[in-house]
């Protein structure tokens, strides 16, 4: 039985990976984004450091087209609707779901960021929406995995929950998304005998 089984999805925070691959273009229009200063600063410096095409705004969740978001069925647009789905981005930092971002390509550097700035926004975000749990679907091994990872969940009220996929196999960079697309549609919709082989939760703090 995975701990997964006892939280339920609109009590709880979620985070997202995004994707290399993206729709390009969009219509939305730029709102300002509420977060903390020091991230709008960092996010900005980051930004002009980054690879960013100004053919148009779409909401985050829409713009990412990688295996993940190619699998994950219904369920993103549920949750992003729910107001309680983050994505982890390399260019953004931290983004809900439906902020209009514009088309970039830059991977998540953890150097890239001042230390506890992505960290504190995942945690005041969990707070403001007053959930007790923040559960985060990527893969275990990049720098997504390890912010979350190092989130002080030990000094917070906050339980963190990651989710990973165990594959050793060829094809990971396609099994592993599409994995972790079977894993959170299953806990969406509190499907357990849908989990895909290889689902590892890791309580942290």
């Known amino acids: 039985m995975t701990v ?9 925070l979620i985070v997202l990976g995004p994707s290399k691959a993206k729709n390009r273009g969009g219509d939305a229009s730029a709102g300002s984004a509420l977060w903390p200063e020091p991230m709008l600063r960092a996010r900005a410096e980051v930004l002009a450091r980054s690879k960013v095409d100004g053919g148009g705004l779409r909401p985050a969740w829409l713009r990412y087209t990688g295996n993940f978001y190619r ?11 729910s107001g309680r789905l983050l994505i982890l981005s390399g260019g953004y930092g931290i983004l809900r779901a439906g902020e209009p971002i514009a088309y970039y390509d830059r991977k998540l550097k953890l150097g890239d960021w001042p230390p506890g700035v992505l960290e504190d926004a995942v945690l005041d975000e969990a707070r403001r929406l007053g959930a007790a749990n923040v559960v985060t679907f990527v893969s275990a091994s990049a720098d997504y ?28 960079q396609v099994e592993v998304p599409r994995r972790l697309a079977q894993a959170f549609g299953a806990w969406w919709r509190r499907s357990p ?13």
């Open 71 to 81: 699998n994950v069925g219904g369920a993103l647009g549920e949750a992003a609707a």
């Open 4 to 12: 997964l089984n006892a939280i339920e999805p609109g009590e709880s």
């Open 145 to 172: 995995a390890k912010l979350i990872r190092r989130i002080p969940w030990d000094t917070s009220e906050i339980g963190g929950v990651l989710v990973t996929i165990d594959f050793h196999g060829g094809g990971a």
């Open 193 to 205: 005998s849908d989990y895909p082989p290889g689902m590892v939760t890791d309580v942290l703090g």
